[in-house]
């Protein structure tokens, strides 16, 4: 069945070091969110596009963080360079955000470590 | 800025009992409401949904309730089972497809 896949699925490096999380959307959905969970702050929206263009990142800190389509199968976000405080779970989630048709389904998540 | 309260953080309830779980939203033009599911170590599942020309929606044991004059919506859970215990969260949506997250409800459901 059609499901959003992310990898990896864990993810420990060091402060410092650059961190890819990548992400294929369900095929034909054409909006990709990005989602970070902490106990503390919850559900942050990071970034989201449509049609592959951004269109909203105001959630993510631009010095660090950078998200991109590079076509419709695969979403990356990266952070770099890391710091411990960007230790989280990242989720991507894709829709067809077009009206009302808002249904946003989840991948499982890239826990990420930062030590 | 868009907010959406969830209430409560915590909830615990017997077997066979019912759970309720609010919450309320900032932005009047919200049209979509979902909430999710959250199982230990899986992405937010999708139970169930509302839009905003309806006032109640039902599947099985699952029900969601909408008032959109005192912008409240809620969460109705009969017959909870353990397998319900879990983090619910509420969301609503506009029309550029993005969606406000609550905090979440941990659930347990005690046998």
């Known amino acids: 069945d059609a499901r959003v896949t992310q990898t990896p699925r864990h993810k420990v490096t060091e402060m410092g070091q650059e961190v890819t999380m990548r992400c294929q959307p369900i095929l034909g959905h054409n909006t990709v969110f990005w989602y970070r969970q902490t106990m503390m702050q919850g559900l942050e929206l990071l970034a989201y596009f449509r049609n592959r263009a951004p269109l909203d990142d105001s959630g993510m800190p631009k010095d660090r963080f950078s998200a991109e389509m590079p076509d419709a199968t695969l979403a990356t976000l990266k952070i770099q360079p890391s710091e411990p405080r960007d230790s989280a779970v990242y989720f991507c989630?894709?829709?067809?955000?077009?009206?009302?048709?808002?249904?946003?389904?989840f991948g499982p998540g890239t826990r990420l470590t930062v030590l | 800025g868009e907010n959406v309260e969830q209430h409560p953080s915590t909830l615990s309830v017997q077997e066979g009992d019912s759970a309720v779980i609010k919450c309320t939203y900032s932005d009047s033009a919200s049209n979509y409401f979902p909430w999710y599911k959250q199982e230990l170590g899986k992405g937010p599942q999708l139970i169930i949904d509302?839009?905003?020309?309806?006032g109640e929606k039902k599947d099985q044991r699952i029900a969601v309730t909408l008032n959109k004059t005192a912008k409240h919506f809620s969460l109705h859970i009969t017959e909870t089972q353990p397998e319900d215990s879990a983090v619910y969260f509420c969301a609503a949506g506009g029309s550029q497809g993005n969606l406000i997250f609550g905090k979440g409800t941990k659930l347990s459901v005690k046998p």
């Open positions: 509302i839009r905003s020309n309806v």
């Open positions: 989630a894709s829709g067809l955000g077009f009206g009302s048709y808002n249904e946003q389904f």
